[in-house]
């Protein structure tokens, strides 16, 4: 597969990741916490389109704050986009029954405007 075939693939799931953490939680039996990890995912998997479409090897790897990382040798990345690494605490522990505060629906709604910020920016920067 070529890289501009994996980068669509890539993006493409993570815009399902993203409207799915778009639904919300129109049940009882749908957690805060599953949409914030769904918010997680797309960030995740843009970010790593981003990384194919320049070429740049990742490891397997849930930290969005080492994507940025990576992708800082060839981009400048807005500090608005940066804060989309406070989602990593969504990639492991939260996914599980846990000693954890619990996640209310305003921890879900940043969760979901950053997973859209860095997706529109993700996109601009793929069209350049």
Known sequence: MKNAEKVIDWLKRAKSNLARARIGAVSEEILYEDLCFDAQQAVEKAL??????????????????????????????????????????????????????????????????????????IEKKLEE
């Not at 040798?73 to 846990?98: C, H, M, S, T, W």
């Open 48 to 121: 790593k389109a981003l990384c194919i479409s320049k070429g740049i090897i990742f490891p397997k790897t849930h930290d969005i704050a080492y994507l940025f990382e990576l992708l800082e040798q060839d981009f400048v990345i807005p500090e608005e986009i940066r804060k989309a690494a406070l989602l990593n605490e969504y990639a492991v522990e939260k996914r599980y029954p846990g000693d954890y505060g619990i996640i209310q629906k305003e921890d879900y709604l940043l969760s979901l405007e950053l997973a859209e910020k860095v997706i529109i920016w």
